[in-house]
């Protein structure tokens, strides 16, 4: 009689009773000076399950005012590009920092992310100012998770093998992005220091063959962008050949504001092989959607489709999953008073193969 073929849903229970949680920290690496790059390459032990990304900067604010205006998405924005690659050609992550923090807002209590009044919040940035120039603290960690959820441990990487490599890339912007800089005040941020550092967490590898953890799916989270012209249709073209959990759009002007619910014409439309429309959404009841299923308002420009979302967020079934693999055309169709650019944060699942 043959062995019996254990599902990826039995050898999920039978890892949760198998393995144990671990929290390691990585060697801090000091920035020297903007627009450079760090990396981290991951210790071949256990299976990873998710990165806190540790960010420390203290810059020099000079300005006739007493104080330098923060934004949206401060400080993030401070990181250019953060990147999780594997040497098999494929890579968790590729975003920027303001992409990487919208993609965590689709989480229980989502304010988490946005600057905290403590320097023991996990966002914590300071904006006081003078004209000689004053010191302020630059502080947050960010999240970069690489399974679906504390529940399902899809999308584990091993990192106990001998021929796979894992790579953690930090790439660093200038620190007056944290800041909206006001020219009739000359505001100016100057760079002082910067560190990074982050704490991988990761789980045993089960002693027992049977609770080993299905490995064969990676969870990929990117982002792509595109102009549009203003006043009339206008349609972004998504990857096909993956299953779609998460969509997040961001919209802004051609100057770099975010786009009003009002600066849009009609709905916001997801478009399967050009006829199939499942979401066509008014901007202003997306946004209400959005409220609902957060607990939080999103901020202005940045919408959600959260197919993961089943009362909590990410922790539905698979009921709502796009899996494009079955589309020839993916389509976000909007209309819009104003030309700008269209941000698609995506979370999609990609089987190795």
């Known amino acids: ?4 073929q254990l599902s990826a849903q039995q050898r999920a229970a039978y890892f949760g009773t198998a393995t144990r949680q671990n929290y390691q920290m990585l060697p801090t690496q000091q920035v020297t000076q903007e627009s450079s790059t760090v990396e981290f390459t991951l210790p071949k032990a256990r299976l990873l399950s ?38 098999n050609g494929f890579s968790p992550f590729i975003v920027s920092g303001r992409d990487l923090m919208q993609y965590n807002l689709l989480r229980l209590n ?22 000689e120039g004053k010191d302020a603290k630059i502080k947050f960690t960010v999240e970069l998770p690489v399974t679906l959820n504390q529940r399902d441990p899809v999308g584990l990487v091993l990192l106990q093998n001998a021929e796979t490599s894992v790579t953690l890339t930090v790439d660093v912007a200038q620190l ?36 080993f953890p299905d490995i064969s799916t990676l969870k990929l989270v990117s982002s792509k962008s595109d102009t549009f012209a203003g006043n009339g249709q206008n ?17 802004e002007d051609k100057d ?9 014409q009609g709905n916001i439309e997801l478009v399967f092989n050009q006829a199939d429309i499942p979401y066509s959404i008014k901007p202003e009841i997306l946004s209400h959607v959005n409220h609902s299923q957060l607990g939080y ?21 698979s009921r709502d999953f796009i899996d494009s693999e079955r589309l ?19 979370e999609t699942l990609s089987r190795l193969r």
């Open 1 to 4: 009689m043959g062995q019996q």
């Open 50 to 87: 998710k990165i806190y990304l540790n960010v420390e900067a203290v810059a020099t604010l000079k300005s006739k005012g007493t104080a330098i205006q923060t934004h949206d998405f401060s400080p993030y924005t401070i990181l250019r590009r953060v990147s999780l690659d594997l040497n």
């Open 110 to 131: 989502p304010n988490v992310l946005f600057p905290a009044t403590t320097p023991r919040g996990m966002n914590y940035i300071e904006n006081g100012a003078s004209v």
């Open 176 to 211: 007056a992005n944290a800041y909206t800089l006001n020219a009739s005040n000359t505001d100016q941020v100057l760079f002082k220091s910067m560190k990074v550092v982050p704490m991988v967490e990761t789980f045993s590898i089960p002693p027992i063959p049977e609770a």
């Open 235 to 251: 349609i972004v073209k998504l990857n096909t050949g993956t299953i779609y959990r998460k969509m997040l759009l961001y919209f």
């Open 256 to 264: 770099g504001k975010p786009l009003e619910d009002t600066d849009f």
């Open 297 to 317: 308002p999103l901020p202005k420009g940045l919408y959600a489709l959260d197919f993961t979302n089943q009362g909590i967020p990410n922790l539905g079934g």
């Open 328 to 346: 020839t055309e993916l389509w976000v169709r909007f209309s819009t008073l104003k030309e700008g650019k269209v941000t698609v944060v995506s």
